[in-house]
């Protein structure tokens, strides 16, 4: 069985409720959770803040233990067989750097390639590759402590691929990175999907998920809230993208377009109208020829896509209910 697979997972933390000398307490940070992240595929874990998302990751990363529930990688558990899952998994992090300030890059990457028992010879040849990919060939032999936050991050990149592993966890991944930096590790991490990598990414940048992400889980509180493709999650919860056509000669030949078309119109200060339509499917083509059919003149055509972002913010206020589906199967809304 290959991928990794989450069942009921639970993390709960110690806590004191009032001070140092409060009774104690337990914050239940994970609550729950299923997740399949498989082989070649990017998957997305998001929510708003203090969703669970990183301590999710940091159990599956082994740098945390469940409280309760189960996580297998290619059928490893990943607390009884620790040692071996971590040979087969990275982590990114993008607010910790995790790696030494007084090493240089090149020392850095040989000490964590050895950690993970990459051969010498490999090693060699495999840090200058990734120094190349990261834009640091020219620091190699520079401590880190010189570098820029940037190039810190950079190295952190390179550090989370050194033993090419099965699956990579990236945890806002791109935080703090120059746009053409962020572009390159993106392309990267679609190559390594496509190459049979399982990639599990938070981000709060939400194109970035959309871009890259093949299925999406949504939690909230710990807890499961929906999980789907990009546009199915964008069409569970009813964000459309919306078509604006203004007519300058609106009539009722116009209008009863708009009506046959489901959209509404909007009076415009200047005269004329805006005739309004929120839609799943790409109809902004069709809307415009019948208007022009029906006699009207169009002064402009706007086209707003729907975005995730949307879609999440809808979920998490509650303003959208979405039924767990099966993985693959259709997510459903009930508003
Ligand atoms: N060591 C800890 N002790 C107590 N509570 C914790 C601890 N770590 C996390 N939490 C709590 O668990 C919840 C989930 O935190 P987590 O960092 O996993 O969320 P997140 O989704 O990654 O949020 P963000 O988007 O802000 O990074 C939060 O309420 C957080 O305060």
């Known amino acids: 069985m290959t991928g990794i697979q989450v069942r009921g997972l639970v993390k709960d933390f110690p806590v004191r409720d009032k001070g140092l000398f409060g009774p104690r307490g337990v914050k239940r940070a994970v609550d729950g959770l299923d997740l399949d992240i498989p082989r070649g595929r990017i998957t997305g874990l998001l929510g708003l803040n203090g969703a669970g998302k990183t301590t999710t990751i940091k159990i599956l990363a082994t740098l945390l233990r469940p409280s309760a529930g189960t996580v297998t990688v290619d059928g490893l558990d990943s607390v009884a067989d620790a040692r071996a899952v971590r040979r087969r998994i990275n982590l990114i992090a993008g607010g910790e750097r995790m790696v030494y300030a007084r090493m240089t890059g090149r020392e850095n990457l040989w000490y964590f390639g050895q950690l993970y028992d990459v051969p010498k010879a490999e090693l060699r040849t495999r840090i200058d590759e990734l120094l190349d990919l990261v834009g640091l060939a020219d620091a190699a032999d520079t ?49 390594l999907a496509a190459a049979g990598t399982g990639v599990l990414l938070t981000s709060h940048y939400l194109t970035e998920v959309e871009e890259l992400c093949g ?22 919860t009813g964000s459309h993208r919306t078509v604006r056509v203004t007519v300058s000669n609106p009539d009722e030949r116009t209008a009863a377009v708009a009506a046959r078309f489901g959209a509404t119109r909007e009076p415009r200060p200047g005269g004329g109208e805006t005739i309004v339509l929120r839609h799943p499917d790409d109809i902004a083509g069709p809307l415009a020829a019948a208007i022009v059919e029906a006699g009207g003149s169009i002064g402009g055509l706007e086209i707003t896509e729907a975005s995730l972002e949307d879609a999440i913010l809808r979920l998490a206020d509650g303003d959208a209910v979405v039924a767990a589906p099966e993985a693959g199967a259709e997510a459903v809304a009930a508003q």
């Open 215 to 236: 299925h999406v889980y949504v939690i909230s509180g710990g807890r499961h809230l929906a999980q789907g493709s990009p546009a199915e999650l964008k069409t569970a």
């Open 143 to 191: 401590a880190v402590e010189r570098y820029s936050r940037g190039m810190t991050q950079r190295l952190a990149i390179a550090r989370g691929l050194i033993n090419r592993p099965a699956h990579l966890l990236l945890d806002e991944p791109t935080l703090g990175l120059d746009a053409p930096i962020a572009r390159d590790l993106r392309r990267v991490v679609a190559e």
